[in-house]
């Protein structure tokens, strides 16, 4: 690439979307660029055979097969995260500005001021699921229709400073046992929120901020079922995801990252600064620690009973998912950007010496 590429990329048909400053199409077989967009692209989602994007103050959509333009709309202000479900594009505009629109044609449908602003970040804007909007501004996390922009409840969950001064992260999951649940980490809380009706289920609280959305793993907890989140200073909690009861709680080593722990076939898998840690999603029982010379980058993958994942210190990683053993690393010439994808037996990654790797996820040698 001529340029940084960032981000996670995105695997759809024989196509591997990334960015760097414009979307680039590559072909997953030979790596050949099959097109890139003229516009500078500082976000992009992937949806139904278009890619939406924005450059900033406006917004477009391409056809995801060839390029071509489908409609450009102005946003009247500079979109800093974008997120695309139930045939709508949500984006969030600096300065408290939330706007849906048509997927398929770029018809405005609703739009709304005052939401947050503390933090307008893509991590930390409005989150789109299932028909569902949601938003926090003015000390409440707000539900709205994601077609008409009603509001469906909304809860008190606190402004900026009664979260910790961090932002507060969402999971929305549809299959736990009480029904639909919106599990909200807020400053030190975990909280779970009725997901119909807006009305708390339970309050967990840490003694530390929690950066990262917690995961959910559905199935009861003997059989590693759960909520689990990690705090910044590296404690690693389960909770009861029907009563948020702590099951266990493990110390790893102190993060930074925004990422999600990853739970995965009875193993919870979280980067800790400069190593991977993996526990027993049952009992909470340390399994192994592999550290590396730099810190975590983007979120672990697992596939295959392997971990990938990349790292500061250049290099991309795949681990035994059970034992910690080192399956084979991949050195480039730049820190890892965002994180790992696999697909069909092959891990994508980007790097900061402006490359996209496509590697083979058993051998990690390059694919032709």
Not at 52 to 77: C, F, I, K, N, V
Request: proline share 4%; hydrophobic share 40%.
């Amino acid at each position: 690439m001529s340029n940084d590429v960032w981000g996670k990329p995105v695997v759809s048909g024989n196509l591997l979307y990334v960015t760097s400053f414009e979307v680039h199409a590559l072909d997953v077989t030979s790596g050949r660029r099959q097109f890139k967009t003229r516009e500078v692209a500082w976000s992009m989602a992937l949806s139904e055979g278009l890619i939406h994007a924005s450059d900033g103050p406006s917004l477009y959509a391409l056809d995801a097969a060839d390029g071509r333009e489908h409609w450009r709309q102005g946003t009247g202000g500079w979109v800093y995260s974008l997120q695309v479900a139930a045939g709508t594009v949500v984006t969030g505009t600096r300065g408290g500005g939330l706007q849906a629109r048509h997927a398929a044609t770029g018809e405005p449908l609703w739009e709304l001021s005052g939401a947050q602003t503390e933090f307008e970040t893509q991590e930390a804007g409005p989150l789109a699921h299932d028909g569902t909007v949601y938003v926090w501004g003015d000390g409440r996390l707000r539900a709205l229709d994601t077609r008409s922009g009603a509001e469906r409840w909304s809860y008190p969950i606190g402004d900026a400073a009664a979260c910790g001064g961090v932002p507060v992260r969402l999971h929305p999951a549809d299959d736990v046992a009480a029904g639909p649940t919106v599990f909200a980490a807020a400053g030190k809380r975990v909280l779970a929120l009725d997901a119909a009706y807006g009305t708390l289920r339970w309050t967990f609280e840490a003694p530390a901020v929690i950066l990262s959305p917690p995961a959910y793993a559905p199935g009861a907890a003997l059989t590693g079922g759960g909520v689990f989140v990690a705090d910044h200073l590296g404690t690693v909690y389960a909770l009861d995801a029907a009563d948020g009861r702590e099951r266990w709680r493990i110390a790893t080593e102190a993060r930074q990252s925004i990422e999600p722990v990853l739970v995965a076939d009875n193993h919870v898998h979280v980067g800790s600064g400069a190593a991977l840690y993996t526990l027993d999603a049952v009992a909470g029982t340390p399994m192994w620690r592999f550290a590396t010379r730099g810190d975590l980058i983007g979120a672990p993958v697992a596939a295959d009973g392997r971990v990938h994942f990349g790292s500061a210190d250049h290099c991309i990683y795949a681990v035994d998912a059970v034992g910690g053993q080192l399956r084979w690393k991949l050195a480039t010439d730049g820190e890892i950007t965002g994180s790992p994808v696999v697909a069909n037996g092959v891990v994508y990654a980007c790097s900061k010496d402006r490359c996209v790797y496509a590697l083979d996820a058993e051998k990690g040698t390059a694919r032709r």
